[in-house]
């Protein structure tokens, strides 16, 4: 079983910007691709970003692109969520997701998830 633990989530003025992150145990993390999802209140949960298991390729919801980064470091079995030139539309609580495939199988519906940091971007 894997376990994903979410940290870096808090308030942030509109323009701003968050670095979240998540680190995993339970498993070989160089084994997983990784991702992050949100949810904003009333709305569903929506795919954010996702990358593969050497962190070569990464992909990216329309929405967040140019604005948002993941990364992974392997030797901290970490992924991470640099989120900047925030908007009050980011605001939501943002998962961390892992899965036993590929990056394409994050965003298709991960094998594990966190619990969740909320994020929240004022005006």
């Known amino acids: 079983q894997v376990q994903l633990v979410e940290s870096g989530g808090g308030l942030v003025q509109a323009g701003g910007s968050l670095r979240l992150s998540c680190a995993a145990s339970g498993r070989t993390f160089s084994s997983l691709a990784m991702g992050w999802f949100r949810q904003a209140p009333g709305k569903e949960r929506e795919f954010v970003a996702a990358?593969?298991?050497?962190?070569?390729?990464?992909n990216y919801a329309d929405s967040v692109k140019g604005r948002f980064t993941i990364s992974r470091d392997n030797a901290k079995n970490t992924v991470y969520l640099q989120m900047n030139s925030l908007r009050p539309e980011d605001t939501a609580v943002y998962y961390c997701a892992g899965d036993e495939g590929t990056l394409w199988g994050v965003r298709a519906g991960p094998d594990y998830w966190g619990q969740g940091t909320l994020v929240t971007v004022s005006e």
């Open positions: 990358i593969n298991r050497n962190g070569v390729t990464t």
